[in-house]
């Protein structure tokens, strides 16, 4: 195909793979258009187009990390909160407060 990249210097495995089944499908249905009897609804070769793509896609929206910012500030909060009837007993609710302002603001 006269549209694909070179190979890269180092290519990964999948790479490699998706390399040589693209050429085969672009053989296919590009060059030799729809084989005889052939559509390209229902084709595997499509379906196999599809899955590659929704593969691409899981892998991009992955993150670094399996939790977010605000799992982290949930799990922060629902640890501390136990804590707070105990605050209240060795600080006031006024002076805990102002702490909090200070710290916010």
Same mark, same amino acid.
């Given at each position: #195909?006269?549209? #694909?990249?070179?190979?890269? /210097?180092? @290519?990964? $495995?999948? &790479? $490699?793979?998706?390399?040589?089944?693209?050429?085969?499908?672009?053989? /296919?249905?590009?060059?030799?258009?729809?084989? !005889?009897? %052939?559509?390209? =609804? %229902?084709? !595997? +070769? $499509?379906?196999?187009?599809? +899955?590659?793509?929704?593969?691409? &896609?899981? =892998?991009?929206?992955?993150?670094? =990390? @399996?939790?977010?910012?605000?799992?982290? $500030?949930?799990?922060?909060?629902?640890?501390?909160?136990?804590?707070?009837?105990?605050?209240?007993? #060795?600080?006031?609710? &006024? &002076?805990?407060?102002?702490?909090?302002? /200070?710290? =916010?603001?």
């Amino acid at each position: #195909m006269t549209n #694909m990249k070179a190979w890269p /210097k180092y @290519p990964v $495995i999948f &790479e $490699i793979n998706t390399w040589v089944w693209l050429r085969g499908l672009g053989q /296919k249905w590009l060059r030799g258009g729809v084989p !005889a009897g %052939g559509a390209f =609804v %229902g084709s !595997a +070769d $499509i379906q196999s187009l599809a +899955d590659l793509g929704n593969s691409f &896609e899981i =892998v991009r929206r992955m993150g670094l =990390v @399996p939790f977010t910012k605000s799992n982290v $500030i949930q799990l922060a909060e629902f640890t501390l909160l136990p804590l707070l009837p105990l605050a209240l007993t #060795m600080v006031s609710l &006024e &002076e805990l407060l102002g702490r909090l302002r /200070k710290v =916010v603001f």
